[in-house]
Nanobody
Framework: QVQLVESGGGLVQAGGSLRLSCAASGSAFSIDLMGWYRQVPGKQRELVATITNDGKTSFADSVQGRFTISMDKPKNTVYLHMNSLKPEDTADYYC????????????????WGQGTQVTVSS
């Protein structure tokens, strides 16, 4: 099983920046993809950004050009760099990891972090 520990949320003014971190740990595993979702109370959780083990990234249209995502493979850590933050970015942000027990395993395990709150004031 993979455990995820998130950090970096907080309160920031509009136009500011924050960096979220998510470190994965556990028994032997091979990461396919790491990413971030966000959720506002009463709304569905939405995908923010993902990065694959070979470095391919994808972003929601709403954050394209403002957010970047990176992965530190030796540390099994993913970072979400959020710039030019807007009040509508306010949400709980959740880390997600798709992993396998071995690189050749057909079984993909999806693990979620506990969430970290981001509040952007206007």
């Amino acid at each position: 099983q993979v455990q995820l520990v998130e950090s970096g949320g907080g309160l920031v003014q509009a136009g500011g920046s924050l960096r979220l971190s998510c470190a994965a740990s556990g028994s032997a595993f091979s990461i396919d993809l790491m990413g971030w979702y966000r959720q506002v109370p009463g709304k569905q959780r939405e995908l923010v950004a993902t990065i694959t083990n070979d470095g391919k990234t994808s972003f929601a249209d709403s954050v394209q050009g403002r957010f970047t995502i990176s992965m530190d493979k030796p540390k099994n850590t993913v970072y979400l760099h959020m710039n030019s933050l807007k009040p509508e970015d306010t949400a709980d942000y959740y880390c997600v990891v798709n992993s396998r027990r071995t690189p050749l395993s057909d079984i993909i395990l999806t693990s979620w972090g506990q969430g970290t709150q981001v509040t952007v004031s206007s």
